[in-house]
């Protein structure tokens, strides 16, 4: 059963306009999220995270928002940039546990 | 720089011989892990290490172990691989310094079973 869900594989955005991608969880032990961002060939690697006792966190371009209530958090790019072209992975861990549990993924599209 | 390495990039095996992923790291982490990927899924924790304390999912099938000599190293064998076991491996290492630490990621060993 996958605790942690991206339900849209896929989003193509304009370069210059905002891209956002959501993630779902089902798990409320859950109480850090991460992003991680991927490019063909290359491993996973950290975009920005989140802690459950805060509802926003934002670095530069991107900006994580969780609703707990809800179980749901998206990450928000602006303005979205063509080098943004990857596929970006939700990530979820609860205390006491070391290992992420991921979505499977959303494959953005940043067209020029 | 500080990283972690896989090798290698690519790997092809027969059904049912046994084959050796590598993972090496330079980031003097306590914790390295074992995802597995298939195509559009989510990377599927199998196993990790935190120091020489090995720590198996449940559902991680017997056909798949793992050994770390040291720090730097650590293999997943897979003793007779299935067409079903073709997929992305990656290994990621971490602190052990609470619930807000990061893993960081090799660029993985894509495997394929004829």
């Known amino acids: 059963d996958q605790q942690v869900k991206q339900n849209s594989p896929s989003l193509s955005v304009q370069e210059g306009r905002i891209s956002i991608l959501n993630c779902d969880y089902t798990?409320?032990?859950?109480?850090?999220f991460l992003w991680y961002k991927k490019y063909p060939a290359e491993g996973p690697t950290f975009l920005i995270s989140?802690?459950?006792?805060?509802d926003k966190n934002e670095d530069g371009r991107f900006t994580v928002f969780l609703n707990k209530s809800a179980k749901h958090l998206s990450l928000h790019i602006v303005p979205s940039q063509p080098g943004d072209s990857a596929v970006y992975f939700c990530?979820?861990?609860?205390?006491?546990?070391?290992?992420?549990?991921f979505g499977s993924g959303t494959r953005l599209q940043v067209q020029p | 720089d500080a990283m972690v390495i896989q090798n290698p990039r690519y790997q092809v095996t027969q059904f049912g011989k046994p084959v050796t992923l590598s993972c090496s790291q330079t980031?003097?982490?306590?914790?390295m892990y074992w995802y597995q990927q298939k195509s559009s899924q989510a990377p599927k924790l199998l196993f990790h290490y935190y120091d020489k304390d090995f720590n198996n999912e449940a559902d991680t099938p017997d056909n798949f172990q793992s050994r770390r000599p040291n720090t730097s190293f650590c293999f997943l064998d897979i003793r007779s691989p299935g067409l079903g076991d073709a997929a992305m491996y990656l290994c990621?290492?971490?602190?052990?310094?609470?619930?807000?630490?990061?893993?960081?990621f090799g660029s993985g060993t894509q495997l394929s079973v004829l």
């Open positions: 990530a979820a861990r609860f205390t006491g546990r070391r290992a992420l549990t």
């Open positions: 798990n409320s032990m859950f109480d850090y």
């Open positions: 990621a290492t971490s602190r052990d310094a609470g619930v807000s630490e990061k893993l960081f």
């Open positions: 989140i802690s459950s006792i805060k």
């Open positions: 980031l003097n982490h306590n914790v």
